[in-house]
């Protein structure tokens, strides 16, 4: 089975390889996740050489990962003080 996907970010394509556990439609999205912000900021910053663009892009995603996972253990902790007071 040839595990391989080509995806495009701002022009460049690039062939990834993926495991059978990945899921071909989540790194294409990733993809174009990564290609919209990347042309964002390319487009809000106009001056900056690429390799900067790309780790602006790279720490906005990141902090919008934390935010969801804070976001995400925030849920559970509510759902869990939910439930031990439905057993009081």
């Not at 970010?9 to 790194?27: A, E, Q």
């Not at 990564?34 to 990141?62: G, H």
Request: glycine share 2%; charged share 30%; proline share 3%.
């Amino acid at each position: 089975m040839n595990n391989k996907v080509t995806v495009e970010i701002w022009g460049v394509k690039y062939p990834l390889r993926y495991t059978k556990d990945s899921d071909i439609n989540d790194i294409q999205e990733a993809a174009k996740i990564v290609d919209e912000n990347i042309r964002l900021i390319a487009k809000q910053n106009q001056y900056l050489p690429p390799d900067r663009v790309a780790i602006l892009t790279a720490l906005q995603l990141a902090e919008q990962l934390i935010r969801l996972k804070k976001d995400y253990n925030e849920f559970w902790d509510i759902l869990d003080e939910n439930r031990s007071n439905k057993h009081k």
